[in-house]
């Protein structure tokens, strides 16, 4: 019962360093989503995919870069850290756009310092 | 444009007693409504889902929510709290707007969150 998977968990970056937030599911989804979260803001979408190959924006697109290979993965590029990127990222998938729940990992806290 | 309001961004209730914790909304077409809990250091989990027919649905952990209309709401209800029940609530509208097909399609946005506090 993997779900959606994460890593890392935590992490702590320098200004201007980049990293790969990795997102992988099992659940043979073909809808897949990066949330970042912010104290009293909700949830954010920064990008999305409606399946291998296809990516789109969200809300929030600056400063990231997504690719989708496969099915399972969907990971989450931070190029030239900022501070404004502190914040708790999910990401997300769901079998459809209609009804489906869209299940969420973990998490991973990310600060910028 | 689709949006979600928790007017609330804290409850308090004693153990025991009926919570509430409110969400209304704003689509184009028909809503398809959703609940997630997020407890500290977690993700968020699935509550439970509107899609269609009975205004009242039924969720994990007893609670429950009430999809009015007219009122556009959907508020979160639970008979009898529980401290275990305290966490971050998020209230969530699919965009499913035929006439926004295309890149929005399928999206949740989330309301900002309600922080249900429960003491003994």
């Known amino acids: 019962n993997a779900g959606v998977t994460q890593t890392p968990k935590f992490r702590i970056l320098k200004i201007g360093q980049s990293m790969t937030l990795q997102c992988t599911q099992d659940?043979?989804?073909?809808?897949m989503y990066w949330y970042r979260q912010d104290p009293g803001m909700g949830l954010k979408l920064i990008y999305y995919?409606?399946?291998?190959?296809?990516?789109d924006k969200g809300e929030v697109p600056n400063g990231y870069n997504v690719s989708r290979s496969t099915t399972e993965d969907f990971p989450l590029r931070l190029e030239l850290a900022a501070p404004s990127q502190t914040s708790v990222y999910f990401c997300?998938?769901?079998?459809?756009?209609?009804?489906?729940?869209?299940?969420f990992g973990e998490g991973s806290w990310l600060t910028v310092v | 444009a689709q949006s979600v309001a928790q007017p609330e961004d804290q409850v308090n209730v004693a153990e025991g007693n009926p919570l509430t914790v409110k969400c209304t909304y704003s689509?184009?077409?028909?809503?398809?409504l959703f609940w997630y809990v997020q407890y500290p250091n977690r993700g968020l989990q699935f509550l439970l889902k509107?899609?269609?027919?009975?205004?009242l649905v039924k969720g994990s952990y007893g609670f429950e929510a009430e999809f009015n209309k007219s009122q556009t709401s959907f508020h979160l209800k639970k008979p009898s709290a529980l401290v275990s029940d305290s966490a971050l609530y998020f209230c969530?509208?699919?965009?499913?707007?035929?006439?926004?097909?295309?890149?929005?399609?399928?999206?949740?946005?989330f309301g900002r969150g309600t922080q249900l506090t429960v003491w003994p």
């Open positions: 997300a998938s769901s079998y459809s756009t209609g009804e489906g729940t869209i299940y």
């Open positions: 509107y899609i269609t027919g009975d205004n």
């Open positions: 969530a509208v699919r965009d499913m707007d035929s006439s926004d097909r295309g890149s929005t399609l399928g999206r949740l946005y």
């Open positions: 995919s409606v399946g291998a190959g296809i990516t």
């Open positions: 689509v184009s077409g028909n809503p398809y």
């Open positions: 659940m043979n989804h073909n809808y």
